[in-house]
Protein backbone atom coordinates (compact mmCIF):
# COMPACT_ATOMS: atom_id res chain seq x y z
CA UNK A 1 0.00 0.00 0.00
CA UNK A 2 1.21 3.48 -0.99
CA UNK A 3 2.73 5.65 1.96
CA UNK A 4 0.95 8.93 2.60
CA UNK A 5 2.66 11.57 0.88
CA UNK A 6 1.42 14.29 3.69
CA UNK A 7 2.87 11.90 6.49
CA UNK A 8 5.88 12.64 4.79
CA UNK A 9 5.97 16.21 3.92
CA UNK A 10 5.36 16.57 7.57
CA UNK A 11 8.09 14.19 8.89
CA UNK A 12 10.68 15.30 6.51
CA UNK A 13 10.03 18.83 7.56
CA UNK A 14 10.14 18.47 10.70
CA UNK A 15 13.22 16.84 11.02
CA UNK A 16 15.18 17.92 7.16
CA UNK A 17 18.80 18.59 8.72
CA UNK A 18 21.12 20.12 6.87
CA UNK A 19 23.37 18.04 5.15
CA UNK A 20 21.02 16.03 4.67
CA UNK A 21 20.76 13.08 1.45
CA UNK A 22 18.71 11.08 -0.07
CA UNK A 23 17.52 10.24 -3.54
CA UNK A 24 14.38 12.49 -5.01
CA UNK A 25 11.12 10.63 -5.05
CA UNK A 26 10.83 12.26 -8.45
CA UNK A 27 9.13 9.21 -10.32
CA UNK A 28 12.20 9.09 -12.02
CA UNK A 29 11.17 5.96 -14.48
CA UNK A 30 8.07 7.76 -15.64
CA UNK A 31 4.51 8.12 -13.98
CA UNK A 32 1.56 5.24 -14.32
CA UNK A 33 -1.91 6.35 -15.13
CA UNK A 34 -4.93 4.18 -14.73
CA UNK A 35 -7.79 4.67 -16.49
CA UNK A 36 -11.18 3.05 -15.39
CA UNK A 37 -13.58 3.54 -18.41
CA UNK A 38 -17.39 2.20 -19.27
CA UNK A 39 -17.29 3.10 -22.68
CA UNK A 40 -13.56 2.34 -25.20
CA UNK A 41 -10.98 4.92 -23.80
CA UNK A 42 -7.96 4.09 -26.17
CA UNK A 43 -8.07 8.13 -27.55
CA UNK A 44 -7.38 8.97 -24.62
CA UNK A 45 -4.90 6.47 -23.18
CA UNK A 46 -2.75 6.87 -26.47
CA UNK A 47 -2.98 11.05 -25.56
CA UNK A 48 -2.16 10.69 -22.53
CA UNK A 49 1.00 8.01 -23.26
CA UNK A 50 2.31 10.49 -25.64
CA UNK A 51 2.68 12.86 -22.69
CA UNK A 52 6.26 13.80 -21.27
CA UNK A 53 6.50 11.85 -17.98
CA UNK A 54 4.07 9.42 -18.46
CA UNK A 55 5.95 5.69 -18.71
CA UNK A 56 2.63 3.71 -18.72
CA UNK A 57 -1.12 3.90 -19.08
CA UNK A 58 -3.44 1.45 -17.75
CA UNK A 59 -7.34 0.73 -18.64
CA UNK A 60 -9.85 -1.07 -16.46
CA UNK A 61 -13.29 -1.78 -17.70
CA UNK A 62 -15.50 -1.03 -14.46
CA UNK A 63 -18.62 -2.12 -16.15
CA UNK A 64 -17.65 -5.86 -15.72
CA UNK A 65 -15.20 -5.70 -12.79
CA UNK A 66 -14.11 -3.73 -10.03
CA UNK A 67 -10.38 -2.69 -9.42
CA UNK A 68 -8.55 -4.18 -6.37
CA UNK A 69 -6.42 -2.07 -3.75
CA UNK A 70 -3.51 -3.74 -5.73
CA UNK A 71 -4.84 -2.19 -8.77
CA UNK A 72 -5.31 1.29 -7.32
CA UNK A 73 -1.17 0.86 -5.92
CA UNK A 74 0.23 0.41 -9.48
CA UNK A 75 -1.22 3.71 -10.47
CA UNK A 76 0.15 6.99 -10.01
CA UNK A 77 -3.34 8.78 -10.68
CA UNK A 78 -6.45 7.56 -11.42
CA UNK A 79 -8.70 9.12 -14.29
CA UNK A 80 -12.06 8.04 -14.21
CA UNK A 81 -14.35 8.63 -16.84
CA UNK A 82 -17.96 7.51 -15.42
CA UNK A 83 -20.73 6.05 -17.49
CA UNK A 84 -20.67 8.30 -20.98
CA UNK A 85 -22.39 5.41 -22.26
CA UNK A 86 -25.40 5.17 -19.89
CA UNK A 87 -23.46 2.14 -18.43
CA UNK A 88 -22.90 2.07 -15.17
CA UNK A 89 -20.16 0.42 -12.89
CA UNK A 90 -20.05 -3.29 -12.02
CA UNK A 91 -19.93 -1.93 -8.08
CA UNK A 92 -20.32 1.79 -7.87
CA UNK A 93 -20.18 1.61 -4.09
CA UNK A 94 -17.26 -0.97 -3.85
CA UNK A 95 -15.40 1.21 -6.88
CA UNK A 96 -15.92 4.68 -4.46
CA UNK A 97 -14.67 3.05 -1.24
CA UNK A 98 -11.48 1.64 -2.54
CA UNK A 99 -10.51 4.95 -4.98
CA UNK A 100 -11.17 6.76 -1.18
CA UNK A 101 -9.00 4.57 0.31
CA UNK A 102 -6.67 4.72 -2.70
CA UNK A 103 -6.57 9.02 -1.88
CA UNK A 104 -6.67 8.37 1.75
CA UNK A 105 -2.84 7.15 1.14
CA UNK A 106 -2.23 9.75 -1.47
CA UNK A 107 -3.31 8.64 -4.58
CA UNK A 108 -4.00 11.05 -6.71
CA UNK A 109 -7.36 11.35 -9.32
CA UNK A 110 -8.48 12.71 -11.99
CA UNK A 111 -12.54 12.90 -12.87
CA UNK A 112 -13.68 13.99 -16.05
CA UNK A 113 -17.61 13.84 -17.32
CA UNK A 114 -19.10 12.02 -17.06
CA UNK A 115 -17.40 10.65 -13.41
CA UNK A 116 -19.44 13.59 -12.12
CA UNK A 117 -23.07 13.33 -14.25
CA UNK A 118 -26.18 12.56 -12.43
CA UNK A 119 -27.28 9.80 -14.86
CA UNK A 120 -30.47 9.44 -16.93
CA UNK A 121 -31.67 5.82 -16.20
CA UNK A 122 -31.27 2.89 -13.90
CA UNK A 123 -27.26 2.51 -14.29
CA UNK A 124 -25.46 4.35 -11.57
CA UNK A 125 -22.56 6.00 -13.75
CA UNK A 126 -20.38 7.94 -10.90
CA UNK A 127 -18.64 6.82 -7.97
CA UNK A 128 -20.68 6.20 -4.99
CA UNK A 129 -19.72 4.16 -1.59
CA UNK A 130 -17.58 6.55 0.62
CA UNK A 131 -16.25 8.71 -2.17
CA UNK A 132 -19.34 10.15 -2.21
CA UNK A 133 -20.67 10.06 1.58
CA UNK A 134 -17.08 11.52 2.19
CA UNK A 135 -17.65 14.26 -0.74
CA UNK A 136 -14.23 13.67 -2.63
CA UNK A 137 -15.41 14.86 -5.39
CA UNK A 138 -14.67 18.91 -6.39
CA UNK A 139 -17.72 19.25 -8.78
CA UNK A 140 -21.02 17.86 -7.50
CA UNK A 141 -23.51 15.72 -9.90
CA UNK A 142 -25.28 17.74 -12.62
CA UNK A 143 -26.83 17.05 -16.00
CA UNK A 144 -24.92 16.62 -19.32
CA UNK A 145 -26.32 19.87 -20.90
CA UNK A 146 -23.30 19.09 -23.68
CA UNK A 147 -23.20 23.14 -24.59
CA UNK A 148 -20.39 23.69 -26.87
CA UNK A 149 -17.79 25.69 -25.69
CA UNK A 150 -14.12 26.34 -24.65
CA UNK A 151 -12.33 27.48 -21.93
CA UNK A 152 -12.82 30.49 -20.61
CA UNK A 153 -11.10 32.27 -17.39
CA UNK A 154 -8.39 30.45 -15.76
CA UNK A 155 -9.08 31.34 -12.24
CA UNK A 156 -5.96 30.18 -10.69
CA UNK A 157 -3.43 30.95 -13.64
CA UNK A 158 -0.25 29.85 -11.54
CA UNK A 159 -1.23 26.80 -10.71
CA UNK A 160 0.84 23.84 -12.22
CA UNK A 161 -2.52 21.77 -12.77
CA UNK A 162 -3.80 24.21 -15.79
CA UNK A 163 -0.37 24.98 -17.49
CA UNK A 164 -0.41 23.87 -21.29
CA UNK A 165 -3.85 23.36 -21.80
CA UNK A 166 -4.36 25.57 -24.60
CA UNK A 167 -7.71 26.42 -26.21
CA UNK A 168 -9.45 23.39 -24.67
CA UNK A 169 -12.49 22.92 -26.25
CA UNK A 170 -15.33 20.66 -25.75
CA UNK A 171 -18.89 19.63 -27.29
CA UNK A 172 -19.67 17.15 -24.21
CA UNK A 173 -19.81 18.00 -20.83
CA UNK A 174 -21.80 18.28 -17.89
CA UNK A 175 -22.62 21.67 -15.38
CA UNK A 176 -21.71 20.83 -12.24
CA UNK A 177 -21.69 23.30 -9.17
CA UNK A 178 -18.76 23.35 -7.13
CA UNK A 179 -18.41 21.05 -3.96
CA UNK A 180 -18.26 22.43 -0.47
CA UNK A 181 -14.06 22.95 0.06
CA UNK A 182 -13.40 22.88 -3.71
CA UNK A 183 -11.44 25.23 -5.29
CA UNK A 184 -12.49 26.58 -8.79
CA UNK A 185 -9.32 26.82 -10.99
CA UNK A 186 -10.87 27.49 -14.42
CA UNK A 187 -14.83 28.52 -16.01
CA UNK A 188 -16.05 27.22 -19.39
CA UNK A 189 -15.82 30.58 -21.59
CA UNK A 190 -19.78 30.59 -20.97
CA UNK A 191 -19.72 30.54 -17.44
CA UNK A 192 -19.86 27.26 -15.66
CA UNK A 193 -17.42 25.41 -13.87
CA UNK A 194 -14.36 23.56 -15.72
CA UNK A 195 -12.00 22.72 -13.77
CA UNK A 196 -11.95 22.05 -10.08
CA UNK A 197 -9.49 20.29 -6.93
CA UNK A 198 -10.27 19.09 -3.86
CA UNK A 199 -7.41 17.32 -2.08
CA UNK A 200 -5.85 15.15 -4.09
CA UNK A 201 -8.31 14.99 -6.61
CA UNK A 202 -8.74 17.39 -9.33
CA UNK A 203 -12.56 17.01 -12.16
CA UNK A 204 -13.08 19.08 -15.09
CA UNK A 205 -16.55 18.74 -16.30
CA UNK A 206 -15.53 17.72 -19.98
CA UNK A 207 -15.79 14.23 -21.17
CA UNK A 208 -13.17 12.45 -23.07
CA UNK A 209 -15.43 11.15 -25.24
CA UNK A 210 -15.07 14.03 -27.65
CA UNK A 211 -12.01 14.09 -29.54
CA UNK A 212 -11.81 18.01 -29.32
CA UNK A 213 -11.06 17.61 -25.58
CA UNK A 214 -9.03 14.75 -25.30
CA UNK A 215 -5.51 16.75 -25.66
CA UNK A 216 -6.25 18.99 -22.89
CA UNK A 217 -7.57 16.00 -20.98
CA UNK A 218 -4.26 14.55 -21.56
CA UNK A 219 -2.23 17.47 -20.70
CA UNK A 220 -4.54 18.05 -17.19
CA UNK A 221 -4.36 14.06 -16.40
CA UNK A 222 0.00 14.80 -16.92
CA UNK A 223 -0.71 17.84 -15.14
CA UNK A 224 -1.86 16.30 -12.17
CA UNK A 225 -0.21 13.06 -12.09
CA UNK A 226 2.66 15.74 -11.72
CA UNK A 227 1.82 17.71 -9.29
CA UNK A 228 1.11 15.27 -6.81
CA UNK A 229 3.98 12.82 -7.53
CA UNK A 230 6.94 14.59 -8.53
CA UNK A 231 9.26 15.95 -5.97
CA UNK A 232 10.19 19.37 -6.73
CA UNK A 233 14.23 20.25 -7.30
CA UNK A 234 15.59 23.56 -5.65
CA UNK A 235 17.88 25.89 -7.58
CA UNK A 236 19.68 29.19 -5.58
CA UNK A 237 19.60 31.25 -8.25
CA UNK A 238 21.43 34.69 -6.60
CA UNK A 239 23.86 35.00 -3.92
CA UNK A 240 24.87 38.20 -2.33
CA UNK A 241 27.55 38.64 0.70
CA UNK A 242 28.60 42.00 1.74
CA UNK A 243 30.25 42.78 5.18
CA UNK A 244 27.97 40.79 7.45
CA UNK A 245 25.26 40.21 5.56
CA UNK A 246 24.33 37.47 3.39
CA UNK A 247 21.08 37.16 1.29
CA UNK A 248 19.80 34.89 -1.14
CA UNK A 249 16.85 34.33 -3.75
CA UNK A 250 16.04 30.70 -5.07
CA UNK A 251 13.51 28.82 -6.86
CA UNK A 252 11.35 25.31 -7.40
CA UNK A 253 12.63 22.91 -10.20
CA UNK A 254 9.14 21.73 -10.80
CA UNK A 255 5.56 22.25 -8.98
CA UNK A 256 5.82 23.46 -5.54
CA UNK A 257 3.85 25.28 -2.80
CA UNK A 258 6.87 26.26 -0.58
CA UNK A 259 10.53 26.09 0.99
CA UNK A 260 12.79 25.14 3.68
CA UNK A 261 16.05 27.04 4.60
CA UNK A 262 18.41 27.35 6.91
CA UNK A 263 21.88 28.66 7.78
CA UNK A 264 24.61 26.82 9.84
CA UNK A 265 28.15 27.38 10.51
CA UNK A 266 31.06 24.86 10.06
CA UNK A 267 30.85 22.69 13.08
CA UNK A 268 27.39 23.40 13.87
CA UNK A 269 24.39 21.71 13.08
CA UNK A 270 20.65 23.33 11.60
CA UNK A 271 17.33 22.51 10.94
CA UNK A 272 15.38 23.23 7.71
CA UNK A 273 12.53 25.40 8.16
CA UNK A 274 9.73 27.29 6.59
CA UNK A 275 10.88 30.77 4.74
CA UNK A 276 9.31 32.58 1.52
CA UNK A 277 11.77 32.71 -1.74
CA UNK A 278 14.42 34.55 -0.53
CA UNK A 279 15.94 35.15 2.58
CA UNK A 280 18.50 37.52 4.47
CA UNK A 281 20.89 37.43 7.16
CA UNK A 282 22.07 39.61 8.91
CA UNK A 283 24.85 40.59 12.02
CA UNK A 284 26.81 37.43 10.94
CA UNK A 285 29.95 36.42 13.20
CA UNK A 286 33.38 36.04 11.32
CA UNK A 287 33.44 32.53 9.85
CA UNK A 288 32.70 29.73 7.55
CA UNK A 289 28.30 29.40 6.87
CA UNK A 290 26.61 27.33 4.49
CA UNK A 291 22.84 28.05 3.40
CA UNK A 292 20.68 25.14 2.26
CA UNK A 293 17.18 25.32 0.70
CA UNK A 294 14.58 22.68 -0.06
CA UNK A 295 11.64 23.27 -1.94
CA UNK A 296 8.55 21.30 -1.08
CA UNK A 297 5.22 20.06 -2.53
CA UNK A 298 2.13 17.91 -2.28
CA UNK A 299 4.72 14.57 -3.08
CA UNK A 300 7.53 16.03 -0.54
CA UNK A 301 10.29 18.03 0.18
CA UNK A 302 13.47 17.99 -2.16
CA UNK A 303 16.00 15.57 -0.15
CA UNK A 304 18.92 17.08 -2.03
CA UNK A 305 18.59 20.82 -0.87
CA UNK A 306 20.39 23.38 -2.68
CA UNK A 307 23.28 24.52 -1.40
CA UNK A 308 25.77 28.16 -1.13
CA UNK A 309 29.00 28.10 1.16
CA UNK A 310 30.72 31.53 1.91
CA UNK A 311 32.62 33.00 4.16
CA UNK A 312 32.65 36.16 6.65
CA UNK A 313 36.01 38.29 7.09
CA UNK A 314 37.16 39.01 10.57
Not at 17 to 33: D, N, P, Q
Not at 206 to 216: G, K, Q, R, V, Y
Request: aromatic share 8%; proline share 5%.
Amino acid sequence: MRFSRVALLVVVSSCALLGAAGGTTAATKGLTVMITETCDQTDLANAIQAQPGISKVLIYEVTDATPLPSDFAKADIVVGTGGQCDTGYEDAATYGDRLADYVDHGGAVLETAYDNWEGSGAAVVHPTGRFASGHYAPLTLGPNDNIATALGTVLKPKSAIVQGLGTFTTNDNTTTPLAQGATLLAKWADGRNAIAMKGHVVATSASTNDDPSIPAVARLARNTAVYFNVVPGTKITKATVRGSSAAFTFKALGPSTGFLCGLTKVGNKGRLRACPSHKKYRNLKPGKYTFAVAAFGPAGVDRTPAKKSFTIAG
